[in-house]
């Protein structure tokens, strides 16, 4: 069966920077892309950005470039999604999510169980 | 960006009753390219509808999504318990993809 298994919970302080794992398992990792959204406390969802892990491919919301970066590890089946810079806003449950289509950022049919991020001083 | 606004914001209804959601976009979504999702309290998003009618797999048939261009409708024809949670549509036919604001379906 389809999986998405994210690292664990995070505090940084401001400024910092994290680092967020998701290993794919039960799927051809590179048949698909994987899109990361956040949900900040009591809020909806924001996505973030694509990559393909066909052909490494990224579309980043302008909201977030230059801060982060998604990449994938083909050889593990694992992506990952680097934020850098961190504010008190940054604060959220992050999800990444596989994307039904290797070279497009489509609707999202299997969802990692998130990594809360939190960022204090 | 294209923004889409949900509609309403809560909904309070009983168990058997059918519930209507919208989400409006501020511009056309490129080839019904609209998505709707489930999330309840502590749980991960789930992927209802795609392509704006299409069921994604193991969704019962009484949920329903329909319409094009700016106008979305998703229609639950009739309340189960476990239906009661908040509801997002989403948008993935232009870049930046968005995420509608959601609607929370309530038990009366």
């Known amino acids: 069966q389809v999986q998405l298994v994210q690292s664990g919970a995070e505090v940084k302080k401001p400024g910092a920077s994290v680092k967020v794992s998701c290993k794919a398992s039960?799927?051809?990792?590179?048949?698909?892309?994987i899109s990361w959204v956040r949900q900040a406390p009591g809020q909806g969802l924001e996505w973030m950005g694509w990559?393909?892990?066909?052909?490494?491919?990224?579309d980043y919301t302008q909201k977030l470039q230059g801060r982060v970066t998604m990449t994938t590890d083909t050889s593990t089946s694992t992506a990952y999604m680097e934020l850098r810079s961190l504010r008190s806003d940054d604060t959220a449950v992050y999800y990444c999510?596989?994307?039904?289509?290797?070279?497009?950022?489509?609707?999202?049919?299997?969802w990692g169980q998130g990594t809360l991020v939190t960022v204090s001083s | 960006e294209i923004v889409l606004t949900q509609s309403p914001g809560t909904l309070s209804l009983s168990p058997g009753e059918r519930a209507t959601l919208s989400c409006r976009a501020s511009?056309?979504?490129?080839?019904?390219?609209l998505a709707w999702y489930q999330q309840k309290p502590g749980q991960t998003p789930r992927l209802l509808i795609y392509?704006?009618?299409s069921r994604a797999t193991g969704i019962p048939d009484r949920f329903s999504g329909s319409g094009s261009g700016t106008d979305f409708t998703l229609t639950i024809s009739r309340l189960e318990p476990e239906d009661f949670a908040v509801y997002y549509c989403?948008?993935?036919?232009?870049?930046?993809?968005?995420f509608g604001g959601g609607t929370k379906v309530e038990i009366k």
């Open positions: 999510a596989r994307v039904d289509h290797p070279i497009a950022p489509t609707a999202t049919d299997y």
């Open positions: 039960g799927y051809t990792f590179t048949s698909h892309g």
């Open positions: 990559i393909s892990a066909y052909n490494g491919n990224t």
């Open positions: 511009q056309s979504v490129t080839i019904s390219y």
């Open positions: 392509g704006a009618s």
């Open positions: 989403q948008q993935y036919g232009s870049s930046p993809l968005t």
